[in-house]
């Protein structure tokens, strides 16, 4: 079984910082996902967008640090959106009772 590496592409927008996720967000690659955050996760003058289109796997570390994020960037009341959701993560999210608390951002937003 080959397991897909962790990756982070960062992209910034007039009105957002995106990051695209793609591979496997488990606690191996938390130090890597911490620092990629570390560099944006307070600018609330822009939107913080997280894009899992290619994420493969999460775990109960990764879903904990979305779930920091999410109470971090309400707490600045800053614009906070998950987009492109994979159905294995969303279901994932569904279980662990996140989904409700997640804004799923569209195209037109950022």
Request: glycine share 6%; aromatic share 6%; no cysteine.
């Amino acid at each position: 079984m080959r397991v897909e590496q962790f990756q982070i592409v960062q992209e910034k927008t007039k009105e957002a910082y995106i990051l695209h996720l793609s591979g496997e967000l488990d606690l191996s690659v938390v130090p890597q996902m911490r620092s990629a955050l570390e560099l944006v996760i307070n600018r609330a003058d822009k939107t913080l967008i997280l894009n899992l289109k290619q994420l493969k796997y999460i775990d109960s570390t990764g879903i904990g640090i979305i779930v920091s994020v999410l109470k971090l960037r309400d707490e600045l009341k800053a614009p906070f959106f998950v987009r492109d959701i994979p159905p294995t993560i969303g279901r994932m999210f569904d279980l662990t009772g996140i989904s409700g608390y997640l804004t799923e951002g569209k195209e037109d937003q950022a």
